[in-house]
């Protein structure tokens, strides 16, 4: 009887949990543009990518894929455009950031 005493309480302390699942699906699979090796990225994808960011229509005149290592690592990519914005030195204009992880 006093085994069955103490199953019956052990069965009292247990509690029940309630188990939540969540499946993800990878929606980009790509790594960035400036993670890639530069011989492994086409003109057209730093084209895309230039024209994306900047919101300009015209083509980057020049562009530098670079990565640093040392103390700190840091890959990145430098653009250069076909012309100054018309509002470059326009006082009331939002400026717009970028950052990147």
């Not at 309480?9 to 090796?37: D, F, S």
């Amino acid at each position: 009887r006093e085994r069955q005493k103490s199953t019956d309480k052990a069965k009292k302390k247990t509690k029940k949990v309630k188990e939540v699942k969540h499946e993800w699906e990878k929606v980009n699979t790509q790594k960035p543009i400036w993670m890639r090796k530069p011989d492994e990225v086409k003109d057209e994808e730093y084209t895309a990518f230039y024209k994306s960011v900047s919101n300009d229509w015209e083509e980057h005149l020049a562009v530098k894929h670079f990565k640093v290592e040392g103390q700190l690592e840091f890959s990145g990519l430098l653009f250069v455009p076909k012309r100054a914005p018309m509002e470059m030195f326009d006082q009331k204009r939002k400026k717009q950031t970028l950052n990147c992880t």
